[in-house]
C-alpha cells in the first residue's frame, strides 16, 4: 500500500491527536504512549485487547511534507488512527492502533513540557514494583514527572547476569531506582552534561505477581 493509499483508508478511520511521550522498547517491539493534545489524559497504543506492544513496522509517522515515513519518537505531535479502547489490570489507558497512517500535525516546543507534566504525591506504592494483589486500586499506569538528581547507570541481573539499564532520581523527597526502557539511554549515559527535563514513568504488565515500574523515556 503506498502513502496515498493510507492517507485515503486514514479518511474512514477514528482518529486522536496526542504527543508521544514514550516510545520505548517492549518485547522486541514498541510500547508508545502519550497525552491527548490539550488534555492531561493518557494513552498506551496496543496491537491488541492483550495489550501487546506495536511492531516497529507500525511505529511510524508520515511526513505530508516529504511523504516518508520516520521512526515515531517522543516529542511528535501527531494524529493517529484507533480501533478501541482495550484496558487491561494495571493498564486502563491501552488503545488499540488503527491501520491507517500516523501523521505529524505540528511541531512541539520543549519549554511546553512542563504543561503536561503529572504531580502525584509518589510514584503509586513504595519500592519498585506494585504488587498484582492491589493493582485494582490503579487508575492510572503513566506519569509525567520533573525528576531530581537523575543518574543513569548500569548493573547486572542477578538472575540472568545481564546488563540491564537502571535510572536513579528524586522525586517529592522520595528516591527512586528504577530499570529503563528508552532506546536513548545509551547514547545519553555517554552525555556528561545530561540535562534531563522530564522523565515518563510506566508501570509494565504483570510478572510474577508484580507490575515493575519503568522508565520509558527521558526527556
Known sequence: MDYFQKMKQEENMKTIKGIIFASSIKHNAKCIAGKYLGSDKWFRLVSDAS??????????????????????????????PVDKAA????QP???ILGNGAIRQIEPFKINDI???CDNPTNLWENGASVSAANISSITQSLYLIKPENVKLYKNRDEF??????????DYNMIQYNLS??????????ENKNLSVQALCIS????????????????L
Not at 540472568?160 to 532520581?169: A, I
Not at 529503563?180 to 549515559?189: E, I, M, R, W
Not at 508501570?203 to 510474577?208: P, S
Open 51 to 80: 495489550g501487546s506492544a506495536v511492531s516497529y513496522e507500525k511505529a511510524v509517522f508520515y511526513n505530508d511534507l516529504y511523504k516518508k515515513s520516520y521512526p515515531l519518537v517522543p516529542l511528535k505531535v501527531v494524529s493517529i
Open 87 to 90: 484496558p487491561i489490570s494495571g
Open 93 to 95: 489507558e491501552n488503545i
Open 114 to 116: 512542563q504543561c503536561y
Open 160 to 169: 540472568n547476569d545481564k546488563e540491564k539499564r537502571y535510572v536513579s532520581f
Open 180 to 189: 529503563c526502557t528508552d532506546p536513548k539511554f545509551d547514547s545519553l549515559l
Open 203 to 218: 508501570l509494565g504488565e504483570n510478572f510474577n505477581g508484580y507490575h515493575y515500574k519503568i522508565v520509558a523515556a527521558i
